[in-house]
């Protein structure tokens, strides 16, 4: 096995035209390069949710192109798999059978496919449908890759010592739940918890007041491993079949009295939204780029280098975090734009991520889900988080409306939005990741 999942190849050509006409416009997140999966159906249907492919403003149905007979050979396995309730079954194959089907897929819907007169009738408007989940998650674990991200809340608790000793060393995780992880366009009411206010001898059951979001790209895991057998280095990117956009939304009130010793619980647990496409590594291949370090940094433990890991471990996908209040919506104004920054700023990859947490024997299953946790770069307007961009909510950010936010209050939207792009290679889009916060529910 090589170190990452799919080089470049012909689904990668940006010359290639798909005979969906949308899919061909210069700003579209799903060209014909990229064909992500989700589960869908028809908006208000109530039946069964399908796995489909974006392409351009369409979803090709899979179960709809699967019957029509156009996957022989060796896509017609992994096609069949696209035909469940979920993607798991997709997901526990092999990197090989993710890129045969890549592969018929894009031959299928490029320009004069034979296939197009057979698919044509394969297709429903994004416009019109719903999305569920795409995968069974069974477990989620949530990382800390951002150095910047940690050393700006570090310094906000600890100006002396922002980053701890183990944090240059060691992918910091814990273990999350995958009970509230939800789909892109979900609300959730504001969460309450306990909350030790300054002076007080007694904490409060409340409301959080400093609700916050969390910029983070998801991982979904592929193939699994068995119990006891660690993944190395050089296979780990064979195991994650791909990636979502990721709101990891956070109570900080609640998070201050509740974290030591243990870590993060009711602050954490109580939502986080997914988008509803997963791009797969194969199709984010033109955007690999050489994993850095500061010159000063420490090099990793041997089980967490590699070749391959150092050569092209990281990835330019460009994030944006928008904010729209609910006085935005009823003056119908448009989301504003919060912070953008790029996921080749995290300090461990996806590698050493899936290497460390099997370090141990632990063992990862089809649908597993990661996340990076908060992504920031190196200057204010790259902070992934309110808790950065407000300086602990100290500096509340004004918005065009008037309107200021240290936290998110109730009715405000968050939407993330993610994209590859560059000259010479076809934009590589995520599509959104929305999220409404409603009332406490008390």
């Known amino acids: 096995m090589t170190g990452r999942s799919g080089g470049l190849n012909e689904t990668h050509d940006p010359a290639l035209r798909s005979w969906v006409m949308s899919a061909n416009a210069v700003d579209c997140d799903f060209p014909i390069q990229n064909l992500p999966f989700a589960m869908y159906r028809r908006s208000g249907a109530g039946t069964p949710f399908r796995c489909g492919v974006a392409i351009g403003d369409q979803v090709l149905d899979m179960t709809s192109a699967v019957a029509c007979g156009v996957f022989g050979g060796a896509a017609q396995t992994p096609a069949l798999a696209t035909t469940g309730t979920s993607l798991n079954a997709l997901m526990a194959l092999d990197a090989a059978a993710w890129s045969a089907l890549r592969r018929a897929l894009s031959g299928a819907l490029r320009v004069d496919a034979p296939a197009q007169s057979t698919l044509q009738a394969c297709l429903v408007p994004q416009a019109a449908v719903e ?20 050393a700006n809340v570090g310094r906000l608790f600890r100006p002396d010592h922002p980053l701890l000793p183990n944090y240059k060393w060691i992918p910091i995780g814990y273990h999350g739940r995958a009970s509230t992880i939800a789909v892109s366009g979900a609300a959730f009411p504001r969460p309450q918890g306990q909350i030790m206010d300054a002076g007080n001898d007694v904490p409060a059951l409340v409301p959080t007041r400093r609700l916050d979001f969390e910029l983070e790209v998801g991982i979904f895991i592929g193939t699994g491993n068995a119990p006891g057998q660690p993944i190395a280095m050089d296979e780990a990117e064979q195991h994650v079949f791909g990636l979502c956009l990721l709101n990891d939304w956070s109570a900080r009130d609640i998070q201050a ?33 050489p994993f850095t370090r500061a010159p000063d940094a420490p090099t990793p433990l ?34 504003v734009a919060l912070a953008q920054t790029s996921y080749r700023h995290a300090y461990w ?21 990661f996340g990076s946790g908060t992504l920031s770069g190196p200057t204010p307007a790259q902070a992934g988080a309110l808790i950065e961009l407000t300086q602990g909510g100290r500096q509340p950010v004004m918005l065009p409306n008037g309107e200021t936010r240290a936290y998110l209050e109730d009715g405000d939207r968050v939407t993330m939005r993610g994209w590859c792009e560059k000259p010479g290679a076809a934009r590589i889009g995520f599509g959104e990741c929305v999220g409404t916060v409603l009332p406490a529910r008390l």
């Open 257 to 289: 009295w509740e974290y030591q010793p243990l870590g993060p619980f009711l602050a954490k647990n109580f939502a986080t939204t997914i988008s509803p496409w997963v791009v797969t590594l194969e199709a984010l291949a033109p955007y690999r780029q």
């Open 131 to 150: 999305y569920a989940l795409p995968a069974r998650i069974g477990d989620y674990t949530d990382f800390y890759t951002s150095i910047h991200h940690a």
């Open 349 to 369: 990859t996806m590698a050493q991520m899936v290497t460390h947490h099997t370090v141990n024997g632990c063992s990862l299953q089809p649908g597993d889900l």
């Open 302 to 335: 041997p089980y967490l280098d590699s070749a391959a890991n150092r050569g092209g471990g990281a990835l330019d996908l460009q994030l944006q975090v928008l904010l729209q209040t609910a006085g935005m919506r009823a003056q119908q104004q448009m989301p």
